[in-house]
């Protein structure tokens, strides 16, 4: 990891401002603080930062730019920072006793990469490896954001919501395995990352290789194809190299066993 650049100092402002514009009155570098806010409000999702706390939190924040296939960090090395993507795209996972690469998750810009670890003061549980040109990564060093959750306790609020919601998400990944078998996981996948193209309709482009993302779902390669094949059976999907179609949103929903509204749906008694 090279390249890390120092932020100056804003004056706090109490809102947000125009999209593209510069905070009243900031000098010409300051701009550089700007996409660290953009990406932390994305971060923060769906809860709401305010501008003064995004530039508190961006002024702590050190930027590095990582090449494509270099690890941004990795596991088991020590960790003492918060770590948001700001631009580009990573692979988060770990490589196996025969040093094959295992994908956990894909994380996009606007994520968080590690928000946990270094509030155990332990090392990383994974490697995050930059996955497309050149990636742009911050780090806030813990220390300082524990100082700014003394100052500003909406914040450490903030990250007690993205934590909770990492942990619940864990969860549901963890009964998925249990109660979905791979064409339900597929489904509920494809729902959570299908974009509206107007009418209800859904699609999505595959931005990532097969054997990827078959390893997020826990999954081979080829029971991932069977499952796409299956949904698209049945009538579900559409699928045309790289892009997939959902053709009907309802009931891909009921056959992945997620709810009306992406909620985890019970079994009856």
Same mark, same amino acid.
């Not at 003061?121 to 813990?142: K, R």
């Not at 698209?232 to 959902?246: E, N, P, Q, S």
């Given at each position: 990891?090279?390249?890390?650049?120092?932020?100056? =100092?804003?004056?706090?402002?109490?809102?947000?401002?125009?999209?593209?514009?510069?905070?009243?009155?900031?000098?010409? #570098?300051?701009?550089?603080?700007?996409?660290?806010?953009?990406? /932390?409000?994305?971060?923060?999702?769906?809860?709401?930062? #305010?501008?003064?706390?995004?530039?508190?939190?961006?002024?702590?924040?050190?930027?590095?730019?990582?090449?494509?296939?270099?690890?941004?960090?990795?596991?088991?090395?020590?960790?003492?920072?918060?770590?948001?993507? @700001?631009?580009?795209?990573?692979?988060?996972?770990?490589?196996?006793?025969?040093?094959?690469?295992?994908?956990?998750?894909?994380?996009?810009? !606007?994520?968080?990469?590690?928000?946990?670890?270094?509030?155990? !003061?332990?090392?990383?549980?994974?490697?995050?490896?930059?996955?497309?040109?050149?990636?742009?990564?911050?780090?806030?060093?813990?220390?300082?954001?524990?100082? =700014?959750?003394?100052?500003?306790?909406?914040?450490?609020? /903030?990250?007690?919501?993205?934590?909770?919601?990492?942990?619940?998400?864990?969860?549901?990944?963890?009964?998925? /395995?249990?109660?979905?078998?791979?064409?339900?996981?597929?489904?509920?996948? /494809?729902?959570?990352?299908? @974009?509206?193209? @107007?009418?209800?309709?859904?699609?999505?482009?595959?931005?990532?290789?097969?054997?990827?993302?078959?390893?997020?779902?826990?999954?081979?390669?080829?029971?991932?194809?069977?499952?796409?094949?299956?949904?698209?059976?049945?009538? =579900?999907?559409?699928?045309?190299?790289?892009?997939?179609?959902?053709?009907?949103?309802?009931?891909?929903?009921?056959?992945?066993?997620?709810?009306?509204? @992406?909620?985890?749906?019970?079994?009856?008694?």
């Amino acid at each position: 990891m090279t390249n890390p650049l120092e932020h100056p =100092l804003v004056a706090d402002e109490t809102s947000w401002p125009q999209a593209g514009a510069a905070p009243a009155g900031s000098a010409s #570098k300051e701009i550089h603080l700007a996409p660290v806010c953009e990406a /932390l409000r994305s971060a923060f999702q769906p809860g709401t930062i #305010k501008w003064q706390h995004a530039m508190a939190l961006a002024k702590v924040a050190v930027r590095y730019h990582i090449l494509s296939g270099a690890p941004i960090f990795r596991r088991e090395a020590r960790c003492d920072a918060l770590w948001l993507l @700001g631009r580009g795209r990573a692979c988060v996972g770990i490589r196996d006793t025969q040093r094959r690469w295992l994908q956990c998750r894909s994380v996009h810009a !606007g994520q968080w990469l590690d928000v946990a670890s270094a509030w155990l !003061g332990d090392s990383f549980l994974e490697t995050a490896i930059a996955e497309t040109g050149v990636v742009i990564a911050y780090e806030f060093p813990v220390s300082d954001v524990q100082q =700014l959750c003394r100052k500003s306790p909406a914040i450490a609020e /903030l990250l007690m919501s993205v934590l909770a919601n990492r942990v619940r998400s864990s969860t549901e990944s963890a009964h998925d /395995l249990v109660a979905r078998d791979v064409p339900g996981r597929v489904a509920k996948w /494809l729902l959570a990352n299908a @974009g509206r193209t @107007g009418n209800d309709a859904l699609e999505l482009v595959m931005d990532r290789r097969k054997r990827a993302l078959a390893a997020e779902l826990n999954t081979s390669p080829e029971t991932l194809s069977r499952a796409l094949g299956r949904l698209r059976h049945l009538g =579900l999907i559409a699928v045309d190299g790289y892009r997939i179609d959902i053709l009907d949103p309802h009931a891909l929903r009921t056959f992945s066993g997620w709810g009306p509204r @992406g909620e985890s749906a019970e079994p009856a008694a």
